[in-house]
């Protein structure tokens, strides 16, 4: 038996590959669907720090590998062994991107179920407000998480 656990989550974006990806890295790009603001581009090797706007606390992020227009992957997990995001990304017919996204791993036991669902709805819906962001200019998650707020 598997002894960990990962959330998944994935969506097909109408644009092309290049501005999705450009869309995950560049923070001022991500603060129109995800972050409030962050430090930096995320890059490899770097780390930067996100705010959201529900949160008070600051999270720092550390950009692993990064194969432009391809893949991404990162750490947010705060030093935790093993907790990466990766990101993948690939085109779909002439200029539409299908967007992958997996965080492993979190244990096989009670905590970390709660840990991979919690995870895979908040995946869910990076990937719907990147899509809305990008394909409408409309960011939902202003005002989204306001009641947890506390």
């Given at each position: 038996?598997?002894?960990?656990?990962?959330a998944?989550?994935?969506?097909q974006i109408?644009?092309?590959?290049?501005e999705v990806?450009?869309a995950?890295?560049?923070?001022?790009?991500?603060?129109?669907?995800?972050i409030?603001?962050?430090?930096g581009r995320?890059?490899e090797g770097v780390?930067v720090?996100?705010?959201f706007?529900e949160?008070e606390d600051?999270?720092p992020?550390?950009?692993k590998f990064?194969?432009?227009?391809?893949?991404i992957?990162?750490?947010?997990s705060?030093?935790?062994?093993?907790m990466?995001?990766?990101?993948?990304?690939e085109?779909?017919?002439?200029?539409?991107t299908?967007?992958?996204i997996?965080e492993s791993?979190?244990?096989?036991?009670?905590?970390?179920?709660?840990q991979?669902?919690?995870?895979?709805?908040?995946?869910?819906?990076?990937?719907?407000?990147l899509k809305?962001?990008?394909?409408y200019?409309?960011?939902?998650?202003k005002?989204?998480?306001?009641?947890?707020?506390?």
């Open positions: 038996m598997n002894e960990n656990l990962s998944r989550a994935s969506i109408l644009k092309p590959i290049e990806f450009e995950i890295v560049d923070p001022e790009k991500m603060s129109n669907y995800f409030e603001r962050s430090s995320l890059e780390t720090e996100w705010k706007p949160f600051i999270f992020v550390t950009g990064i194969r432009p227009y391809d893949y992957s990162f750490d947010w705060g030093g935790e062994e093993g990466v995001v990766e990101i993948f990304l085109p779909f017919h002439d200029n539409f299908v967007v992958r997996k791993y979190m244990p096989a036991n009670e905590e970390g179920i709660k991979a669902i919690g995870q895979t709805e908040g995946w869910a819906n990076f990937l719907a407000s809305a962001s990008l394909e200019g409309i960011n939902l998650r005002g989204a998480f306001d009641f947890m707020k506390p």
